[in-house]
């Protein structure tokens, strides 16, 4: 329909300004090197990293992204824990690294 969603469901249009996330997964050094090299040539500073439980993968990909000034960094596990006590055991070595986990 070459419209904004707003229109076909008959919101409001969206107003204001806007702050976007560089998400990043994990599925290898090379690619998550090349994504998040991607998303600093574009100026962002606000990520959220998709954790894949082999910490030393993570420890890597959090320091990368931490190396960025000003980076705001925020952790997705999708479900990688069913027990709170896994998922805090997990994270104690990044403790103080992010801001909030999903």
């Not at 204001?16 to 994504?35: C, E, H, I, M, N």
């Not at 190396?67 to 990044?94: C, K, M, T, V």
């Amino acid at each position: 329909a070459d419209v904004p969603l707003e229109s076909l469901l008959e919101l409001a249009p969206l107003a204001g300004s806007f702050r976007y996330t560089a998400v990043l997964g994990a599925p290898d050094a090379k690619v998550f090197t090349t994504q998040l090299e991607q998303y600093r040539r574009l100026g962002m500073t606000d990520f959220k990293l998709k954790v894949s439980g082999d910490r030393k993968t993570d420890r890597e990909n959090i320091a990368a992204i931490r190396a960025i000034p000003h980076a705001a960094l925020r952790l997705d596990a999708n479900n990688l824990w069913r027990e709170l006590s896994d998922a805090l055991a997990y994270l104690e070595p990044f403790q103080g690294q992010f801001w909030a986990i999903e």
